[in-house]
């Protein structure tokens, strides 16, 4: 299974990595960074790696388990990382890394329904025990949710035409397959925008980001990361579009700085001061040849920060 992970070299060196210290890889995936995080720990060392889709965990046991034994991975999403880590009986952590673009692996296997360009039931869910799918959205949800759902996660400009085609097409009959949904959009908007814009890539950006709560997880986890940062723990954050991006810069932004009502105070409380500072003011980016050897790392933007 070939995995390609982004910016890996960038990730290693900005971690810090002290050989006996606990990192968490909060989306193990398919073990490509946390293998070489564990490499580099000796046996007082601890990698924790995360993953709720079951094929991921199983493929990372195999990979890690010819690297070392220190390691762990909880089957969990990365929202309740914090209590899980902490019911381990481990209070802080050195280093912990979000790689939040979902794996070629996951892409590739068509039966989960990520892809645009193959012919799949409509799922998308990265946790297989969720109730909600792409199917029940788009087959259920009002014209006008739809709607404000692909302009708000899609940042799709004719959400409004595409869920009134899709609403339209529903009462003939179900929606059931990627490829059904992707023909309807292109009818929607008709085939000189769908070539020219590619309204499918955002569309089915959205309905990922719905089914798995996406940006909502992210925008309550990282405070809950910070927390659990040890004093000089490095947390690393890698994005893949402009939302995700947002929500990190501005999390790191409001916990680097002082609440500008109590800025100038000559005493300021310890609650109010900064609880991080970050390393790279402008994202780190994807070197030439990454960029050469792997299309993913276009979009792909490094974050890192410090606790302090």
Known sequence: MKHYSVMLKEVIDNLNIKSDGIYVDATLGY?????EILKRLNKNGLLIGIDQDEEARNYSKEVLDKVGSNYQILPINFKDMKEKINELG???????????????????????????????????????????TAKEIVNNYREEDLSKYFFMYGEEKLAKIISKGIVSKRKEKRIETTLELVEIIKSSVGANYFYKNHPERKIFQA????VNDELNILETTLPLAIDLLNEKGRMCVITFHSLEDRIVKNVFKKYSEVDDLIKGLPNIPNEYKPKIKIIN????????????????????KLRVIERI
């Open 31 to 35: 073990a490509g960074m946390s293998k």
């Open 207 to 210: 309905l990922r980001i719905l």
């Open 90 to 132: 481990i209070e802080k952590v050195d280093g912990i890394i979000f790689d939040l673009g979902f794996s070629s692996p996951q892409i590739d296997d068509v039966k989960r329904g990520f892809s645009f360009m193959s012919d799949a039931p409509l799922d998308m869910r990265m946790n297989l025990n969720n109730n909600l």
């Open 281 to 300: 003011k402008k994202p780190i980016v994807a070197s030439e040849k990454e960029l050469a050897e792997n299309s993913r790392s276009h979009s792909a």
